[in-house]
Nanobody
């Protein structure tokens, strides 16, 4: 079993930046690919980005390219999502998720991830 705890969200102004963290415990974080999803009020969960278990390859949703940076530090069992130039449309709950790594494939489908955190709220005011 893996436990995930996100942090770093909050109330910010448009144009600000945030770095979200995803702290993992329970099993070797470095064995898992990691992804970030977000869910805005009244909308479905949306894929943001994924990174493979070594951190050497990342995948971004087309709409997220340029302002979002996913990364990880396996020595700290922690993953990150840097969000720059925030807009009100970025408001939502951001969750990290893990799936067993090594397949060479980074899916964007939530159901293919096995472990989820509770999420951290990001609210962007205009």
């Amino acid at each position: 079993q893996v436990q995930l705890v996100e942090s770093g969200g909050g109330l910010v102004q448009a144009g600000d930046s945030l770095r979200l963290s995803c702290a993992a415990s329970g099993r070797a974080f470095s064995n898992y690919d990691m992804a970030w999803f977000r869910q805005a009020p009244g909308k479905e969960r949306e894929f943001v980005a994924a990174i493979n278990r070594s951190g050497g390859r990342a995948l971004y949703a087309d709409a997220m390219k340029g302002r979002f940076i996913i990364s990880r530090d396996n020595a700290k069992n922690t993953g990150y999502l840097q969000i720059n130039n925030l807009t009100p449309e970025d408001t939502g709950v951001y969750c990290c998720a893990l799936r067993w790594g090594g397949s060479g494939w980074l899916p964007a489908t939530p159901s293919l991830y096995d472990y989820w955190g509770q999420g951290t709220q990001v609210t962007v005011s205009s």
